[in-house]
């Protein structure tokens, strides 16, 4: 297995200047607040807070655009990355490759193993992602051999070039609806928070963040909730679907939202 670097568990951390790639992920769509740059703070900002708590000297860029595959985050973010010398470094690329109909998680990564490689060469900490298990969501559920298969090729990357390992599919607690937003694809704030906890477990750096404890699933009869996932299905997710079929993305004509390595707050 990959090793993570040697972190006391009281102290600060050796990281000074942390870049982000990726998609809608990294990005925090599903976590929306209106006082962060690009109006959504996710995980990735969450985590970049309790770095910056213990580290005066310390910046943050946020490169991940949502929508993006993972030959348009090699092509157009990898270089950015790099530019702004970091020495922590998270990737999370693939996701929306492994759900499109008929695609080859191995293909997708041979793509993985070339950013990692690129990454890997700044001597820069690497973090890397396993995908969701989906069970818990019908839709997707199908997609589940496959996201496996991809998330034993993120290991073999990782191990390859000796980057970390951050095992989505291990964090039990967000396969749960509650941790996701309305439209199924995204993480709530909730979801956010707990990732932002498994990366800093992973990463080893003593934080105070704390398990948050979702609503009661209220009670619904049989008929309504088919009438949600009608309503989900016209909103959400035949949108998507279109998107796909026409080779279309959301984060068509967006930018990053932290181009600039720049301090947390």
């Known amino acids: ?137 019908p839709v997707f559920r199908p997609m589940r051999g496959r996201i496996a298969i991809y998330n034993e090729n993120v290991r073999a990357v990782a191990e390859k070039h000796d980057a970390i390992v951050a095992d989505l599919w291990a964090l039990l607690e967000i396969q749960d609806a509650r941790f996701w937003a309305t439209d199924r694809l995204h993480l709530n704030p909730l979801g956010h928070h707990e990732v932002a906890r498994m990366v800093l477990r992973t990463l080893n750096v003593a934080n105070d963040l704390q398990p948050m404890q979702p609503d009661p699933v209220p009670a619904r009869t049989w008929r309504a909730a088919r009438g949600n996932d009608l309503v989900w299905a016209r909103e959400y997710f035949v949108p998507w679907v279109l998107r796909r079929l026409r080779h279309q993305s959301s984060g068509d004509g967006r930018s990053a939202k932290r181009p600039e390595a720049g301090p947390v707050a």
């Open 1 to 137: 297995m990959p090793r993570s670097p040697f972190v006391p568990n009281e102290g600060a951390h050796p990281w000074h200047r942390y870049v982000a790639v990726g998609d809608s992920f990294t990005e925090g769509i599903g976590d929306p607040e209106p006082s962060v740059p690009g109006g959504f703070r996710g995980w990735a900002d969450r985590t970049a807070e309790v770095l910056a708590q213990r580290e005066d000297d310390f910046s943050y860029a946020n490169l991940a655009v949502r929508g993006k595959l993972i030959r348009q985050i090699r092509d157009d973010q990898l270089d950015a990355a790099l530019a702004l010398q970091p020495d922590l470094i998270t990737l999370c690329a693939g996701g929306n490759d492994v759900l499109r109909p008929g695609s080859d998680p191995d293909e997708i990564a041979t793509i993985l193993d070339e950013c990692v490689a690129k990454l890997s060469t700044t001597g820069a900490a690497v973090v890397v992602f396993t995908g969701f298990d989906v069970a818990w969501n």
